[in-house]
C-alpha cells in the first residue's frame, strides 16, 4: 500500500486544543497522544485524498463504467458466474 506520508520525517512540535476531561483519562490510561494523533490524521487524510482523488477522475470513472456497460468486459467469457 502506498504510504500516505513520509515517515522518515522528522517531528514538529505543535501546540492544540483538547478537552481537558478527555485529555486527563488518556493520560491516565497511558495512552501516547502524539501516536494517537498521527493514527487518527493518517486515516483522515487517506479519506480525504482518495475523496479528492474521485472527484478529480470522476468524468474518467465514468467514461470506463460507460465503457464497460456497453461493450462489457474483456474477461466476461471466462467468468463462469
Given at each position: ?6 515517515q522518515?520525517a ?13 485529555l ?5 490510561l497511558?495512552i501516547n497522544?502524539s501516536?494517537?494523533l498521527e493514527?487518527a ?6 479519506k ?5 482523488w474521485?472527484?478529480?477522475n470522476r ?12 461493450n462489457?468486459?474483456?474477461?466476461d467469457?471466462?467468468?463462469d458466474?
Amino acid at each position: 500500500m502506498q504510504q500516505v506520508y513520509d515517515q522518515n520525517a522528522p517531528k514538529k512540535a505543535t501546540n492544540l486544543s483538547v478537552n481537558s476531561d478527555l485529555l486527563m483519562k488518556a493520560r491516565n490510561l497511558k495512552i501516547n497522544l502524539s501516536a494517537t494523533l498521527e493514527h487518527a490524521l493518517v486515516s483522515d487524510v487517506r479519506k480525504a485524498e482518495r475523496k479528492k482523488w474521485q472527484t478529480e477522475n470522476r468524468e474518467a470513472i465514468k467514461a470506463l463504467n460507460d465503457l464497460a456497460e456497453s461493450n462489457g468486459l474483456f474477461s466476461d467469457s471466462y467468468r463462469d458466474f
